[in-house]
């Protein structure tokens, strides 16, 4: 196993490109990194590294723009310590199944785009998605967010495998939350929400259900683009997603 010098606690902005000219392990190393004193990633510090499949980095708290991105061998990220992802953090990792962060609780824009081998989106402490953060991950087939309060515009939207979405305690919804090809026949929305984007379901014109634990006329705009849609209110939610206590 790889481990970087106990003595670094930051890794710079394109951190290795100095130290790995073609940026691949030699051969005969191990192909996964673990580190217990590296606290920050700066700009770019691991991207582009081939023949890596797993970073573990149990002390990282800070995150910067690509970090761990374009790793064409990634399988598993595991950072325990974040809470925070910056934009376009990791994306463009093709192989790329699962990002644990448990104390994960704001994801920024883009920052796992294009990740399509991406399985999981199960995080108990998120409470922000950006725009696009997944976008093109087109084979997610869980998603579990129970503190989940804001989502950006099409935040989720590739993720078309999801036969029902739960979110408990979301509060605003951005545009194209479902795309036309989303399997998503329910959604299952919490007592908390405020705003819905008049586009958040415009892409959907087959028949779905929307449960919200509101009453009619508590947020404006439905059906909010799904002229299809079956909306029921006053609903106790109900989701298998279940509400933080």
Known sequence: MAVVEKTVDIIGDAGFCDVLIERRVPEGYPTDIYDDTVQSLRNYALRGLAD???ITLTALTTFAQECISS??????IEVPAVTTVASHAMRDNPLLEEAVMPNVESIGNYAFTSCPSLKRICYPKLKTLGPGVYYACTNVEQIELPKLETIGEYAIASCKKIQQLDLPSIKSIGRDLLYADSETTVVNIGPYITSINADAFRYKTDEFVINMAVAEGAVSGAPWGAVNATINYNV???GN?????
């Open 52 to 54: 890596v499949t797993s």
């Open 71 to 76: 790793c064409s061998a990634l399988v598993r």
């Open 236 to 238: 106790p939610y109900s």
């Open 241 to 245: 997603v279940p509400m933080p206590t």
